[in-house]
């Protein structure tokens, strides 16, 4: 699970990278958790939560360049 501060200090381009990353492994977690190669099934919740983190935040800056363009 990585800290929002860690999150904040991202640039939008580095978010959507993230983001991209971040949904690539919840798919690969939740393969191998019914695959049963993968033990801890709490991972896939925490990696869910990363993923909103993440869309929240580009939500944010996206506002933030929205309200500061007007």
């Known amino acids: 699970m ?3 501060e860690e999150f ?5 381009e580095e978010l959507k990278k993230e983001l991209l990353n ?6 690969k977690v939740v393969s ?4 049963k190669k993968e033990k801890n099934v709490k991972k896939v ?3 869910r939560k990363d993923v909103a983190r993440v869309k ?5 800056k996206l506002k933030e360049e929205g309200a500061s363009k007007e």
Do not use: A, G, M
Request: no cysteine; charged share 35%; hydrophobic share 35%.
């Open 8 to 12: 904040r200090k991202k640039t939008k």
């Open 32 to 35: 191998n958790v019914l695959q």
């Open 22 to 27: 971040l949904e690539k492994e919840v798919q």
């Open 56 to 60: 929240t935040l580009l939500n944010e």
């Open 45 to 47: 919740s925490y990696l």
């Open 2 to 4: 990585i800290k929002l």
